[in-house]
């Protein structure tokens, strides 16, 4: 794309000043920053102005999950079935690492964060170490992917390999990048992070699937067979992946996809809670539970909506494929996002000073036929690290790590 090319691309979503420093940038730094109008699709940031509009939803009703009696139940049964499924490498893990985490308030990537107190207990080790209990159990490796951005993919590789996989098998570690999406002012003017350069941040966790094919992933996934993916995101250090037993059950249960969730603590609690939505799958956000729902109970005289998600979900990947062009919901979200002021000079706000846009994984739950929730015991497997210190902490994840025999 040429400079007139570019301008009236610009011109076409009012955002000529995004040229404002061209004549001052060395020529790489032109040629960037054209390819880097050129790539940018800027009609999302028109929904700016749709900010605060309420999104129509369908009609809610619950969706019973499959909770801890029954599983406990049936749990041989449905761990031979998983067993069976990732020994023959139908199971492969993908670990959503994209986000900035900037409620950790890190400039290093999520996953490098330090949570040891007498030693070095690094986010992402916990993970793996996770996964190799069922490495071990199943005597099967099992292909990880994981997803970065251009935020923090060098940083991220560069530790995995400096760390040496903490352990796993390098071979069956696969990284790839999300896309990235600009971000803007309340008026929808996008920001420029520096002179040559529009501020982007990464698009949410919802084009997962989508990045892992346009990066060749979905190649490996095909040649190796493997019909199921387990997402989790990189914050929740107990999660367990490839749980044989979730496997098991989804499969043995025939739905497009699993979902671990966990009982409310409270009818209240700021979690998105399992439900249909219109007759299909869907997750209904906090702020969407009505009093009414909040009170409702099912049969058994138990809320009719109590279990939230805790983002560990395992899809079927022919369904994911046969979703893959469907439209997902743009979420609009206030940020702190960096920039450069009218004199050049690079501002870190305190505060959240306009949009970013994001697709999220959990409405690709509303796009499938069927759906699990899956019942775990919330101490033993939540313990999800947002903040620095106060709910979902380090803090607060360090206390549950040593409930559970982690040595910290
Ligand atoms: P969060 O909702 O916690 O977002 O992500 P975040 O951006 O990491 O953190 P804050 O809000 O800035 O503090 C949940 C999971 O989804 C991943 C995160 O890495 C985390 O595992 N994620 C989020 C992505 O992979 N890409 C994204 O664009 C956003």
């Given at each position: 794309m040429n400079y007139n090319e570019a301008l009236s691309k610009l011109k076409e979503f009012d955002q000529e000043h995004v040229l404002k420093y061209y004549d001052e940038l060395e020529t790489d730094k032109k040629l960037e920053l054209l390819a880097q109008i050129e790539a940018t699709d800027f009609s999302v940031v028109a929904m700016c102005k749709d900010a605060n509009k309420e999104v129509s939803k369908g009609e809610f009703s619950p969706l019973a999950a499959m909770q801890?009696?029954?599983?406990?139940?049936?749990?041989?049964?449905?761990?031979?079935?998983?067993?069976k499924a990732i020994k023959a490498g139908k199971v492969g893990a993908v670990l959503l690492?994209?986000?900035?985490?900037?409620?950790?308030?890190s400039d290093d990537p999520k996953g490098m964060y330090n949570i040891g107190i007498t030693k070095d207990v690094f986010i992402f080790e916990r993970l793996i170490s996770n996964l190799l209990d069922?490495?071990?159990?199943?005597?099967?490796?099992?292909?990880?992917?994981?997803?970065?951005?251009?935020?923090?993919?060098?940083a991220t590789?560069?530790?995995?390999?400096?760390?040496?996989?903490?352990?796993?098998n390098e071979e069956y570690v696969t990284f790839f990048m999300q896309e990235m999406a600009p971000a803007a002012d309340y008026s929808g003017k996008v920001y420029m992070e520096e002179k040559g350069k529009i501020a982007t941040s990464p698009n949410g966790n919802g084009g997962w699937f989508i990045s892992m094919a346009k990066w060749g992933v979905l190649d490996i996934v095909k040649r190796a067979g493997i019909?199921?993916?387990?997402?989790?995101?990189?914050?929740?250090?107990?999660?367990?992946?490839?749980?044989?037993?979730?496997?098991?059950a989804t499969l043995l249960n025939n739905a497009a996809v699993g979902s671990k969730v966990v009982k409310k603590a409270?009818?209240?609690?700021?979690?998105?809670?399992?439900?249909?939505?219109?007759g299909k799958p869907s997750i209904v956000e906090y702020y969407e539970l009505t009093e009414e729902m909040m009170d409702a109970k099912d049969a058994n005289g138990e809320p009719a909506y109590n279990?939230?998600?805790?983002?560990?979900?395992?899809?079927?990947v022919q369904d994911l494929i046969d979703i893959m062009n469907k439209n997902m919901p743009l979420h609009i979200v206030e940020k702190k996002i960096p920039y450069i002021d009218e004199n050049g000079e690079l501002i870190k706000p305190e505060e959240p000073n306009g949009y970013k846009f994001e697709t999220l994984v959990l409405d690709m739950i509303h796009l499938l036929d069927s759906c699990l929730p899956f019942e775990v015991i919330r101490n033993k497997e939540f313990a999800p690290i947002k903040n620095k210190t106060g709910v979902d902490s380090v803090e607060s994840a360090r206390e549950l790590l040593k409930q559970n025999g982690v040595e910290l």
């Open positions: 801890l009696s029954e599983i406990e139940e049936k749990k041989e049964e449905f761990e031979q079935a998983g067993l690492a994209g986000g900035m985490g900037t409620r950790l308030g069922v490495v071990r159990q199943s005597s099967t490796w099992i292909h990880l992917f994981i997803m970065t951005s251009d935020k923090n993919h060098e590789v560069k530790f995995f390999k400096e760390k040496d996989y903490f352990g796993y019909e199921w993916l387990n997402i989790f995101a990189v914050d929740n250090v107990l999660q367990r992946i490839a749980d044989p037993v979730f496997v098991g409270a009818k209240d609690e700021k979690v998105g809670v399992m439900c249909l939505e219109d279990f939230g998600v805790i983002l560990n979900y395992l899809f079927r």
